[in-house]
């Protein structure tokens, strides 16, 4: 099987090292991505609805530079800074997957650094002929 790594400028890069995803075979692994806006690599201000949107919105971006999409999604591992923002996520999560979701997991977990209140981890298959 083949691997490559897959970047876009419609996503955050941080200069870690991590990539913002790796294709293998038929499969995208997306890396976790939390609310920092691509264009000016600073963290989104705001409550867990707003930097829910900015995390999917990221991921987004990375499975379209992988040729795929939210659609086809097949797993989401999710962290959240405060449990109580679990129904405010789920508002947001849900209009972004509004048919047929994929396995999800959702924890609290510490986050990297105290602004961001989500991080959320994607594996997606890619569409037939992809």
Same mark, same amino acid.
């Given at each position: ?53 900015? +995390? ?7 499975? &379209? #530079? /992988?040729?795929?999409?939210? @659609? =086809?999604? $097949? %797993? ?22 509004? +048919? ?7 924890? &609290? #977990? /510490?986050?990297?650094?105290? @602004? =961001?209140? $989500? %991080? ?11």
């Amino acid at each position: 099987m083949t691997r490559r790594s897959v970047s876009t400028s419609g996503a955050p890069r941080t200069g870690l090292p991590y990539s913002q995803a790796i294709q293998y075979g038929d499969l995208v692994y997306v890396s976790g991505q939390v609310a920092i806006d691509p264009a000016t690599g600073q963290a989104v201000q705001g409550d867990v609805r707003v930097q829910t949107r900015r +995390v999917l919105d990221n991921i987004s971006s990375i499975l &379209q #530079a /992988a040729g795929t999409s939210l @659609e =086809f999604s $097949v %797993e989401a591992l999710c962290f959240l800074a405060e449990a109580a923002d679990f129904a405010a996520f789920n508002e947001v999560y849900a209009s972004y997957f509004p +048919v047929d979701p994929p396995a999800r997991t959702t924890v &609290q #977990a /510490a986050l990297p650094l105290p @602004e =961001f209140k $989500v %991080e959320i981890r994607v594996i997606a298959g890619l569409p037939s002929g992809g």
